[in-house]
Structure formats: structure tokens, C-alpha cells
């Protein structure tokens, strides 16, 4: 496979209000754009979202081998609710780890893409195919203006029109979980009226801000795709205490100082802090999944000693790892 992964063609499955299906068309690259350095990097591109003659909303139901990368935006507001899967989210200037649970709001012209996690450090005859379902989502798109006749909504207005600008990550607790699925459940009005309530309720709701930047739908993409790959590199080579910069910088084909100061600014992370919550992460997974020794949970998550991951995990999670695995022994 010349070490690289497959590119998998995948079918989307619509669903289109009131009555027939819809296709999203990807139109056009827009043209190239010259930074103040000189350099050029594509624009998000953009995406036409096909409301057929009188609806209001789009609603998606996505089953995929893995979420595309499509850097793009669109005028609609979207809600988007990840089902299945894992990876990395890129919202405006923001890039977290996505996973099932994932809910997140989306302002007009935002430009974002999920990409998936997929594993490209295996041998190649132990490589093995997504599965066609392994990548699930539900994708509400309808314009911001969806509610404007509705005075008594003026506050669900401002977060569509407001706040959501830069995107919205919410809690998808239970309540929310079963108003998703009610407005999945609805067909042509009925849908409309489903969704005006989740949206009153997500407008009760406490929210995360992802990005101050995301009006800007010309973000250097090309860049973008440098930091992507960095960080598909720290995601294999996690285990490996030593993981430096220059060498995430070469996978990144950027310079230390460059990718150093890119990688600030888009994530409002230092590199190595982001290498710390992501070993965390893994850290917290086998404590509350796995028997292992804590010592050997350490070592597996890439740090050279347990008193360096007693105080990185204390420090980012507020607990001791042993608190945390017998907190989660409990439930």
C-alpha cells in the first residue's frame, strides 16, 4: 500500500424534508489565496445545500466507511451529532478529538470537517478496511432565519445567529439524545416543529465556544492538511516517550519554529501540552477498561516515568489515576 492508507469511496444515505431526497453538490474550489507571506493555500470550499422548493430543513443520516475531509461552508446553520466513530474535529481555528457524543452547532459560513481516525502504521497485510458503517453522524441544515416569525424564540434566534458563529460543542445528555431522534422520527411539518424544539432546548443549554475565527471561511488549508498530518503522527508515535517537535514539524513538512508558532495559534495549545491530553486520554481509557498496572498504562501512553504521569494526569483530569480507575470501577 506504498504506506499509505486506502481512500474509501463512500455512499451517503438522505433523508430530505418534506418529501424527497436530497444531494449535497460540493460546486467549486474557490481560487487560490495569497497570504501575507506570500505563500497560498486553498479556501474552504463551498458547499450548496439543495432545500427543495418550500423546505426548510435538510436532514442527513450518514453511514460511511470513514467521515470525509472535506475543508468546507456553507449559509445554513448545521447541528451535527456523531453516532459512531472517532478522530479529529476541525471547526474555524479549533481542532478537537471528535467520539461518539459529539454534538456541535454550527453558524452560517463556519468552515469545518470531521476526519476520521484511521489507523495507517500497521503492516500492510494486517491493514484492514473500515467497515461501511463505522462512521455514523445525523446533519440538521436549515437557514438561520428558520424562526424569525417567532418572537417568543428571540433568544434561540441569537444562537443561531450569534453565538453559534465559530461553532457550539453541547452536552448530548439523555433528553437531548431522544429530541434528536423525536425530529428523526417526524416526517415533512411535523419534522420542522421537532426541530424548533430541540433547538429551544439546546438555547436552555450550557455550550462550549470552539473558535473565535471560524467567520473566516479562507483559513489556509493547506496548513490546515500540515497540522492534520503532525497530528496523525503524535497519534502513532504516542508510545514513544522521546516524540519531539522537530520530528512532528518533519511529518507536518514545516519547519520546528513555523510549526511551532502555526500550531499555537490554530489550537491555543503548545505542542507538547497537546501531546500530554492526548496521552491522558488514552491513559484514562485503559485505567477504566483494562486491568493493567498503572505503571504499565504509563509506560504504554508514552511517559518515560510514573511520577511524570501521576502529575500530568492529576494535572488535566483533577485526579489521581488510581481515584480515577476506582471511580470508574463503581459504576
Known amino acids: 500500500m506504498s504506506g499509505q492508507c486506502d481512500h474509501f469511496s463512500s455512499q451517503l444515505h438522505f433523508t430530505h424534508y418534506p418529501y424527497r431526497h436530497s444531494t449535497l453538490i460540493l460546486t467549486k474550489f474557490l481560487q487560490l489565496l495569497s497570504n501575507p507571506n506570500g505563500r497560498s493555500g486553498l479556501r474552504a470550499k463551498y458547499e450548496h445545500v439543495d432545500l427543495a422548493d418550500r423546505a426548510s430543513l435538510v436532514m442527513l443520516d450518514l453511514s460511511l466507511p470513514v467521515f470525509d475531509k472535506t475543508w468546507h461552508f456553507h449559509p445554513e446553520v448545521e447541528l451535527t451529532y456523531i453516532i459512531k466513530g472517532r478522530g479529529e474535529r476541525f471547526v474555524g481555528a479549533s481542532i478537537e478529538p471528535f467520539e461518539p457524543g459529539d454534538l456541535v ?98 438555547g436552555s443549554r450550557a455550550y462550549k465556544r470552539l473558535s473565535l475565527m471560524a467567520t473566516d471561511a479562507s483559513i489556509d ?88 504521569f501521576n502529575r500530568q494526569f492529576k494535572r488535566l483530569q483533577n485526579i489521581s489515576p488510581r481515584a480515577f480507575r476506582d471511580k470508574h470501577r463503581k459504576k
Open 105 to 202: 452547532l454550527l453558524g452560517k459560513n463556519t468552515p469545518h470537517y470531521w476526519s476520521s481516525e484511521v489507523r495507517c502504521d500497521e503492516p500492510a497485510q494486517n491493514h484492514r478496511k473500515p467497515q461501511p458503517d463505522q462512521a455514523q453522524a445525523t446533519v440538521f441544515q436549515f437557514p438561520e432565519t428558520i424562526i424569525d416569525s417567532y418572537v417568543e424564540l428571540e433568544f434561540v434566534q441569537k444562537l443561531l445567529k450569534v453565538h453559534s458563529i465559530g461553532g457550539l460543542k453541547f452536552d448530548a445528555d439523555d433528553q437531548i439524545v431522544r429530541a434528536i431522534n423525536h425530529v428523526k422520527s417526524k416526517t415533512a411539518g411535523f419534522r420542522l416543529l421537532a426541530l424548533l424544539e430541540l433547538l429551544t432546548l439546546l
Open 221 to 308: 488549508i493547506k496548513a490546515n492538511h500540515r497540522i492534520s498530518r503532525a497530528t496523525e503522527y503524535v497519534h502513532r508515535n504516542l508510545g514513544n516517550p522521546d516524540l519531539s517537535l522537530p520530528e512532528v514539524a518533519k511529518a507536518g513538512g514545516m519547519s520546528p519554529s513555523a510549526f511551532s508558532r502555526y500550531f499555537h495559534r490554530v489550537t491555543g495549545k503548545t505542542l507538547n501540552r497537546f501531546i500530554a491530553a492526548r496521552r491522558i486520554e488514552v491513559a484514562s481509557k485503559l485505567l477504566a477498561e483494562t486491568q493493567r498496572s498503572i505503571t504499565e498504562i504509563a509506560l504504554e501512553a508514552g511517559f518515560g516515568s510514573l511520577s511524570s
